[in-house]
């Protein structure tokens, strides 16, 4: 019988699912803290939970239809007319029990194809799509009781309803429109029109052979071209919408025909404006038919409370159509409004809501002092909220929805951190925030914790108890580092200290410069944080380390697609340092054609289909005039080279370090050979598995790799507080946080380094060969950038976090450290004590980030042999949270074999 | 023929695109089922200005206020503002 990885690794002394400080209670240990939600939001929870994700054509039908009967027109005025006929035509649907309304289409959980910006990867299946969508017409609908597993995910078609990207649900009666929509598109998408220009970049043919290969995991201009930043809801909640339109109009006079010295674009200034007036008259047609619909409801409902909430909703969307809003409940439904109109307008992931609890607060405040509102109606709203943003979908390809996002639309809540003035901002309704969490336990909103040495301690020990309930939020971020990566990065756009501290996080984990800005409410002055800067996570998208590093020990063939990706660089590798050197050369000129090819897709990207409202929302566009693409937003340096598979390469040249350089025990060619054989090892593909778990020896294994993958597999590993394998770590990140700040965005703003996974080390690592720290072929990487690979962190959480905090990382938009804990090792206060000395002691080290799973192994494998029994279980993967169904195979196996902390 | 089934009606509120709830009774149903309470939902394939294309399954014209637009016959029309009964 071959053995399996996991048997051979308990031979050379190491564990998957490696226990550490102890030994875990027999007995599944189920979470201490399990919090309910209000009834109402229970209810509308359930409604959630059987709902699949919905996809239809009503929004891009509108749009297509207005924006191609404007030839010539000026690009800002046809994108705005476009946008605003589709805003205008979108069916209103409330669903009963809601006490805040609207959605992005016309089902619980909607989104739909954006053609104008990629519609290749439906296109592609056309003809099986179209003759699909004829023969399923008799098919029933019974058939949907068979997607149990796998949450909301439509992974293939059933009934009357067709799968896109493994996804999305779209009715057969739409697959013609939708193929037709997409051919208007053809040649003119900015996936098409990018392509076309891009291909004029030298060096093209590697840019293709990078992607092919799998070295970067997708483009950057086409697919998610904004997002993971903070959204600002500012000026509608200090003017209303009839107030900047009013605003606009006098711009426009001021304006109009004045260059004011910029013969560039300061002429745009008049198209700009009107553009800003048509995209508002859009969403106030798209609110007001909200307005109506309520009201239509309140008219034929016989339920008392029912029609009474009815008219409620009808009166508050009529006010905040045009006005300021008056109340808490007006202001939030505003807020959650405007966040839907802009993830409407392109296709967002990360549009995070940023320091609510602070942007709320003047309406919170003068509510609860004249008894407007209780803390407990404000909890429930503040649940409900949770399930808007859960709801959120974001369409978009399979690779991009699936092998990155896992599904996951990361609108990131923000709490703590300090105010304008450098104290703690954390106030009364950032408590019910967190509370909700746990209350309302779904994956969005993600909240991330400011972890400044001023927070209070009951507010950190209401984080722990929310933690316990088995969320995996909040994460904890480190507020002095976020602000020096502000003031370093920012500082020549004019960040200062004082601004520094607005920050907040967008997407997952995206540090984001943000500003204060004054709001006033019946006579006082408030000054509330929101972003200011464009989209990050955007530029050059995850490059997979170990990948790059393989095709260093492969002269640039990557073997297992037999693609030549770089020119062979002939050298013989006889040092470690000269390794290392030609690692960086490669790295650096898969950074540069893809800075180069991404910034022409942005670039189309902002000449056709650039933000109108959302530009209207972010300071400064109103002030100048200018929007997104003509540099309109207070900060434009947000560009970044993004890293995937961190510590699996910094292991890996560990390993060669020691075992081929240091101690000589092989040859470069033996070291190549057992990497080319997968240690003996049947490959991933070969078995159709590609989880850690199941990876099994040949069976006519000769051992003849069995000593050598024992000894890979107890080189020295990252996690440890081993110096040996740190260096390394301290080496490579000081060199790529200042490589990174060498490149140029098309805003002509350096870049910088981000180190996220998301999902991506499971995808990336299915394209990777065995790597030399005993990795085998195919399966994931090691999970966010400094989170320990499965098992190798044996000498407990201090000494991880002392590997992890070995470099600045002030120098990195981010870094991300998880770290999965037993209940029973945090149990009780004391145990939530510890949990909170944990999270002090790192970030006094320098960590930025770090987040705890909190749970029981046992409970994940039972979950994943009987899904239909955890639909509600959570699990906290790179930086974000999840639900477990809703995540991949190799995901759910890391997340398994990952070390479980049994004391702390 | 009209198809009186609940995804038709504004009897329905969808969930997804395969069920919803009954507006009547709340009960959670398929949306491929007959509406006992059909109200007719305004769609293209009810308006005037909507003329089926015989060659193209799922399309047609739609000629509101005198030009002629592609459309397609199950799209809501609840908000158009040129939505004219047959």
Redesign the interface.
């Known amino acids: 019988m071959a053995k399996s990885f996991k048997e051979m690794l308990a031979e050379s002394g190491q564990e998957l699912e490696f226990q550490s400080g102890g030994k875990a209670p027999d007995k599944l240990t189920p979470r201490e803290i399990i919090w309910e939600a209000h009834p109402r939001i229970e209810k509308l929870k359930e409604i959630y939970m059987d709902s699949l994700s919905s996809t239809n054509n009503e929004f891009p039908y509108w749009y297509t239809r207005e924006y191609f009967q404007h030839d010539n027109e000026i690009p800002v005025i046809r994108r705005a007319k476009a946008l605003k006929t589709a805003f205008s035509h979108l069916t209103p649907l409330i669903y009963p029990g809601e006490l805040m309304t609207m959605r992005k289409g016309s089902f619980f959980r909607a989104s739909f194809p954006m053609p104008w910006l990629s519609e290749g990867f439906y296109m592609a299946n056309e003809s099986s799509f179209y003759q699909e969508a004829l023969k399923r017409g008799s098919a029933s609908v019974d058939e949907h009781s068979e997607f149990g597993q796998g949450g909301g995910n439509v992974p293939k078609s059933f009934g009357k309803v067709m799968s896109i990207a493994g996804k999305f649900g779209m009715r057969q009666e739409e697959i013609p429109v939708l193929l037709e929509l997409a051919k208007k598109w053809e040649g003119k998408s900015v996936d098409d029109l990018g392509n076309k220009y891009e291909r004029m970049v030298p060096d093209y043919d590697v840019k293709e052979a990078i992607m092919r290969s799998v070295v970067c995991m997708f483009d950057s201009g086409f697919t998610l071209p904004q997002g993971r930043e903070v959204a600002n809801y500012y000026y509608p909640l200090e003017y209303g919408f009839e107030g900047i339109k009013k605003i606009a109009r006098e711009k426009k006079s001021e304006v109009a025909g004045k260059a004011d010295g910029d013969g560039m674009v300061g002429m745009n200034r008049l198209y700009n404006y009107e553009a800003v007036i048509i995209a508002i008259e859009g969403v106030q047609k798209w609110i007001n038919n909200y307005a109506e619909h309520a009201t239509w409801l309140a008219a034929r409902e016989k339920d008392a409370t029912q029609k009474k909430e009815y008219q409620d909703i009808a009166e508050r969307l009529f006010w905040i159509e045009k006005n300021q809003p008056r109340t808490f409940i007006e202001a939030f439904q505003m807020i959650e409004t405007i966040h839907l109109a802009i993830l409407n307008e392109d296709a967002i992931s990360g549009l995070s809501a940023g320091r609510i609890g602070q942007v709320l607060y003047p309406w919170f405040e003068q509510d609860i002092e004249a008894g407007r509102i209780t803390e407990d109606e404000v909890l429930e709203l503040l649940e409900q909220d949770r399930l808007i943003k859960t709801s959120i979908d974001c369409f978009a390809s399979v690779g991009v929805v699936g092998g990155v996002l896992s599904g996951n639309t990361f609108n990131t809540l923000s709490v703590g951190g300090v105010n304008k003035h450098g104290k703690t901002a954390v106030n009364k309704l950032e408590y019910l925030i967190v509370k909700a969490g746990g209350t309302n336990a779904m994956p969005q909103s993600n909240i991330a914790l400011h972890y400044d040495e001023t927070l209070p301690d009951d507010f950190l020990a209401l984080a722990a108890d929310v933690i316990k309930t088995g969320c995996g939020y909040p994460a904890f971020m480190n507020n002095d580092i976020a602000e020096q990566f502000m003031i370093n990065h920012y500082g020549h756009e004019g960040m200062t200290i004082e601004e520094a501290r607005s920050w907040a996080i967008g997407g997952c984990l995206e540090t984001s410069p943000s500003c204060w800005k004054p709001l006033h409410l019946n006579g006082k002055e408030y000054f509330i944080p929101g972003g200011a800067g464009q989209p990050t996570s955007v530029g050059v998208h995850f490059i997979a380390m170990p990948k790059v590093l393989e095709l260093v020990l492969f002269n640039g063939v990557d073997k297992r697609s037999g693609i030549k990706v770089f020119e062979p660089h002939n050298k013989k590798l006889e040092t470690f340092a000269e390794l290392f050197e030609q690692f960086k050369a490669y790295w650096e000129k898969a950074v540069d054609v893809l800075a180069l090819t991404n910034n022409i897709q942005h670039d189309v990207w902002r000449k056709n289909n650039m933000a109108v409202f959302q530009s209207l929302t972010k300071p400064d566009c109103l002030d100048s005039g200018h929007l997104i693409n003509e540099l309109g937003y207070r900060y434009n340096a947000t560009f970044n080279v993004e890293s995937a598979g961190n510590v699996t390469c910094i292991n890996t040249l560990a390993a060669l370090k020691k075992l081929v350089y240091d101690d000589k025990k092989y040859t470069f060619e033996e070291m190549q050979d057992a990497i080319e054989n997968n240690f003996g090892f049947k490959t991933a593909h070969e078995i159709g598995k590609f989880s850690l778990m199941d990876q099994e020896k040949k069976d006519d294994a000769t051992k003849k790799y069995d000593k050598m993958h024992f000894e890979c597999l107890n080189a020295p590993k990252y996690g440890n507080d081993d110096f040996y394998a740190d260096e390394i770590l301290l080496d490579w990140e000081n060199w790529f946080c200042e490589h990174s700040e060498t490149i140029e965005s098309l805003y002509a703003e350096p870049m910088y380094s981000c180190q996220i996974s998301v999902s991506t080390h499971g995808a990336m690592g299915s394209a990777t060969l065995a790597t030399f720290d005993g990795r085998l072929q195919g399966t994931t990487f090691a999970d966010a950038s400094l989170s320990a690979y499965p098992g190798t962190d044996k000498n407990g959480p201090f000494a991880l976090m002392n590997s992890a905090a070995i470099w600045d990382h002030s120098m990195s938009q981010n870094s991300q450290l998880n770290i999965k804990v037993h209940p029973s090792a945090i149990k009780g206060p004391e145990g939530s004590k510890k949990l909170i000395e944990l999270v002090r002691g790192y970030m006094r080290k320098g960590g930025f980030h770090v987040q705890f799973n909190i749970v029981d192994s046992k409970v994940l494998k039972d979950a994943q042999a009987n899904p239909q029994n955890y639909r509600d279980l959570m699990v906290r993967v790179a930086g974000f949270t999840q639900y477990w169904v809703e995540i991949g195979k190799q995901v759910q196996d890391e997340l398994i074999a990952r070390t479980e902390y049994e004391s702390v | 023929m009209e198809e009186k089934i609940y995804?038709n009606s504004l009897n329905f509120?969808?969930?997804?695109?395969?069920?919803g709830?009954d507006r009547s009774t709340?009960k959670?149903v398929?949306?491929?089922d007959i509406d006992p309470n059909y109200e007719r939902m305004p769609k293209c394939m009810h308006c005037k200005n909507f003329t089926l294309n015989e060659e193209?399954?799922?399309?047609g014209i739609c000629s509101m206020m005198g030009?002629e637009?592609?459309a397609?016959?199950?799209?809501?029309a609840?908000?158009?503002e040129g939505y004219d009964e047959k």
Do not use: E, F, Q, S
């Open positions: 995804r509120v969808p969930v997804d695109v395969a069920k709830i709340g959670r398929n949306a491929d193209k399954i799922g399309l030009k637009h592609l397609y016959p199950d799209m809501a609840i908000t158009c």
